[in-house]
């Protein structure tokens, strides 16, 4: 079945710090790609997508391309902020056309920025 | 616009008690889901539905039962709690058309079974 594979955490950075999250994913055909963000004491929300191989999701800074080749969708910033700690998911949604695409998870990455 | 709204938030539950975690979203979403997440573990799918009447099994369904019976409601029913079920638990939704869309996550509810 489906599959997603988070760096393991927590990862610790300064503020204005480069940041990735490695992120990849075992899936058949060609599923959509997510970045979801969860806050402390929040549901998740959306970060950024890509639904097409070679695509860029961007959102608040934050970067993530589609690669196909590679099957990862690592998640990037170039400076990170003390607003930014959060725990970060990776998620795919499989493409079939007519299915429930419910989303599966990566178990999730917590970041904290000091300043 | 709500959202996804869960209640209640927060819950304490005797082993063998029952509860029904409430779920309303106002986006008139085809889709509705829920998950229970774990410390330091990704989220599981329990349950989901792709309209009202519809229902179907996720990854962990055992100890839970779900029913749809309009499009904006999606209660999730504990009937034996077990410690195994205390977790923080999440109600989504989606538009159903197309691929370029993402859930949207109610607060949560944290469960604790003692």
């Known amino acids: 079945g489906d599959s997603v594979t988070q760096m393991e955490g927590p990862v610790t950075l300064s503020e204005e710090a480069f940041l990735t999250i490695n992120c990849t994913y075992t899936?058949?055909?060609?599923?959509?790609l997510f970045w979801y963000v969860q806050y402390p004491g929040e549901g998740l929300q959306l970060l950024l997508k890509?639904?097409?191989?070679?695509d860029k999701g961007s959102n608040k800074g934050f970067e993530a391309t589609y690669r196909k080749e590679t099957t990862s969708f690592h998640l990037e910033k170039g400076s990170v902020q003390v607003s930014d700690s959060a725990v970060y998911f990776c998620?795919?949604?499989?493409?079939?056309?007519?299915?429930?695409?419910?989303?599966?998870f990566g178990s999730g990455t917590q970041l904290t920025v000091l300043p | 616009n709500a959202g996804v709204t869960q209640t209640p938030k927060f819950r304490i539950l005797k082993i063998g008690q029952s509860m029904t975690l409430q779920c309303t979203q106002d986006?008139?979403?085809?889709?509705m889901y829920w998950y229970r997440q774990d410390p330091g573990m990704g989220l599981k799918l329990i349950y989901y539905?792709?309209?009202?009447?519809?229902?179907d099994k996720g990854e962990v369904p055992n100890g839970y039962n779900v029913s749809r019976s309009t499009t904006e409601d999606f209660p999730l029913r504990l009937e034996l709690a077990a410690p195994s079920q205390t977790s923080v638990y999440f109600c989504?939704?989606?538009?159903?058309?197309?691929?370029?869309?993402?859930?949207?996550f109610g607060s949560g509810t944290r469960l604790t079974v003692v």
């Open positions: 989504a939704s989606s538009y159903s058309g197309g691929t370029n869309y993402g859930y949207t």
């Open positions: 899936a058949t055909g060609y599923p959509s």
């Open positions: 890509a639904t097409k191989a070679d």
């Open positions: 998620a795919l949604s499989p493409g079939l056309a007519g299915s429930a695409r419910q989303l599966t």
């Open positions: 986006m008139n979403h085809n889709y």
């Open positions: 539905s792709v309209g009202a009447g519809i229902t």
